[in-house]
């Protein structure tokens, strides 16, 4: 029943918020409501776990655990944050954009709780029909333009996982077993047809990959990113992401069952090299602080493919980085809607002397760097080291050092642009703004989480994130 409530009660808040004339304020109150029981349901999973519900097809599995638990954490603390967004911004159609964001939420919790792989492609399909309305947030060319990008990018990707899923069911032909139900397609994986799974590995990986964002399916993120608000962006980059990689992440158990990994792995190191290459080449001489933090989020999306094809404890570092991406991704858009609130603009030159002006966000904007970066004592570092353990264990000492050349070169060109942004000479056309503390709880809540992740990992979540890394033919550190 819980595991049904998780995947309903958003979906009902975002039917109610769009079919009931209501008032903001009751809108904005029916959001919180939902977030918070929806992460109190989360909770309840954690210290009791929910048998599985129809027939099977949803499950709280350890992989399914992390994404739910990352998706629920990230939308409360977005919640939170619209509060005060809302008393700043009335955007066109109030009520799509409760009800957009509830239907978001409700569309990942099924991805991250279906065990049946046709479940899951429509959940992940019905992500992109909510956020695209609130991406088209300002109703202008650019706004269009970036929101017709990401809907012909993105459906092209979900055209193509879904053919990934029609060869899985091919593979499984005359197999025991529930068609595309990922327990039982890994029980009988060694009687799977290998050039079929094959395929659809191929197929499931560009096109989940494409909503990942990985290198060269990654055209749509600087677009999409930059033109939607900040709130939107913190959902694609912390969330939706981490949604499409679990579907990467389920194919990927399913063939290293069937005993496809010298198959599997040395194409996921090359995604994962090419993002961190194209991530590095972009993100030198940016001007645009949500640009930068879409390409950012290329070089993560990359990372946790590379840390799937080291396998061993890379398995666990990519399950690791999954939760610490997501949480610094939320914390760095939401502080960049704090900037665009104030200035109107993420261009860099406009925001100079950020901390200054706003000197919560402008801190939490440089300790941002430094934790998206993977420096100490934050938590990417945590899991950045043990992907790149997982490469001299693996025998491949020169992608350690490639990673760590490609690391050093964002690092680089992250901190020119975002220290210019917080410590430059201020515009004196921009006084200093009393920021409002809907608007930076969020963020400061999300950072508290990634500096305790990076001293310290919990052993219920280190028991999970152990299993989900056997569950994908890795082990844990």
């Known amino acids: 029943m819980r595991l049904l409530m998780l995947c309903v009660l958003p979906l009902l808040g975002a039917l109610l918020a769009w079919a009931v004339p209501l008032a903001a304020t009751m809108r904005i109150s029916a959001l919180l409501i939902v977030a918070a029981t929806h992460f109190a349901l989360l909770l309840s999973l954690w210290v009791s776990p929910a048998p599985p519900a129809l027939d099977g097809w949803l499950a709280a599995d350890p992989l399914g655990l992390i994404v739910l638990s990352l998706t629920s954490t990230i939308f409360l603390m977005t919640a939170v944050y619209a509060v005060g967004y809302l008393?700043?911004?009335?955007?066109?159609?109030?009520?799509?954009?409760?009800?957009?964001?509830?239907?978001?939420l409700g569309a990942t919790s099924v991805v991250a709780l279906s065990q049946h792989l046709a479940m899951l492609w429509v959940g992940i399909e019905a992500t992109t029909l909510a956020l695209a309305p609130l991406v088209f947030h300002r109703h202008d060319r650019r706004s269009l333009e970036a929101v017709w990008k990401y809907l012909v990018i993105s459906s092209v990707g979900i055209a193509l996982a879904l053919l990934g899923i029609f060869f899985v069911a091919t593979a499984q032909d005359g197999v025991p077993g529930r068609p595309l139900v990922v327990g039982d397609l890994v029980a009988h994986a060694s009687l799977l047809q290998p050039a079929w799974l094959r395929a659809a590995f191929l197929f499931?990986?560009?096109?989940?990959?494409?909503?990942?964002?990985?290198?060269?399916?990654?055209?749509?993120k600087p677009?999409?990113?930059?033109e939607a608000p900040s709130l939107v962006s913190s959902l694609m980059a912390g969330a939706l992401t981490s949604s499409a990689f679990l579907g990467?992440?389920?194919?990927?158990?399913?063939?290293m069952a069937a005993g496809q990994g010298p198959f599997v792995q040395p194409i996921l190191l090359g995604f994962g090299l090419l993002s961190l290459a194209v991530a590095a080449v972009f993100i030198i001489g940016q001007s645009d602080m949500k640009r930068l933090l879409a390409y950012s989020s290329v070089e993560h999306m990359g990372l946790l493919v590379l840390g799937l094809g080291l396998g061993g404890v890379g398995a666990y570092g990519s399950m690791l980085h999954v939760i610490n991406n997501g949480?610094?991704?939320?914390?760095?858009?939401?502080?960049?809607?704090?900037?665009?609130?104030?200035?109107?603009?993420?261009?860099?030159?406009a925001n100079r002397g950020t901390l200054h002006r706003l000197p919560v966000s402008g801190v939490l904007l440089i300790l941002g760097l430094f934790a998206v970066t993977g420096s100490p004592p934050f938590g990417l570092f945590i899991?950045?080291?043990?992907?790149?353990?997982?490469?001299?264990?693996?025998g491949h000492p020169w992608i350690a050092f490639a990673t760590l050349a490609l690391l050093a070169v964002i690092f680089v060109g992250m901190a020119a642009l975002i220290l210019e942004m917080a410590l430059g000479t201020p515009d004196d056309g921009h006084p200093r703004v009393r920021e409002s503390r809907w608007l930076v709880a969020g963020p400061i809540t999300l950072a508290c989480m990634v500096l305790v992740l990076g001293v310290y990992i919990p052993g219920p979540l280190n028991r999970v994130l152990a299993l989900a890394a056997v569950a994908l033919g890795g082990r844990a550190p």
């Open 383 to 394: 899991s950045e080291f043990t992907i790149l353990r997982a490469a001299f264990a693996a």
């Open 87 to 104: 008393q700043r911004v009335r955007p066109r159609g109030g009520r799509m954009f409760i009800s957009g964001l509830l239907a978001f």
């Open 327 to 349: 949480l610094v991704k939320s914390w760095l858009f939401l502080v960049a809607g704090n900037i665009v609130l104030a200035s109107g603009t993420s261009a860099v030159l």
């Open 248 to 255: 990467v992440a389920r194919i990927t158990q399913v063939a």
């Open 204 to 220: 499931l990986l560009v096109g989940f990959g494409t909503k990942m964002g990985l290198a060269p399916m990654h055209t749509w």
């Open 223 to 226: 677009d999409t990113y930059g």
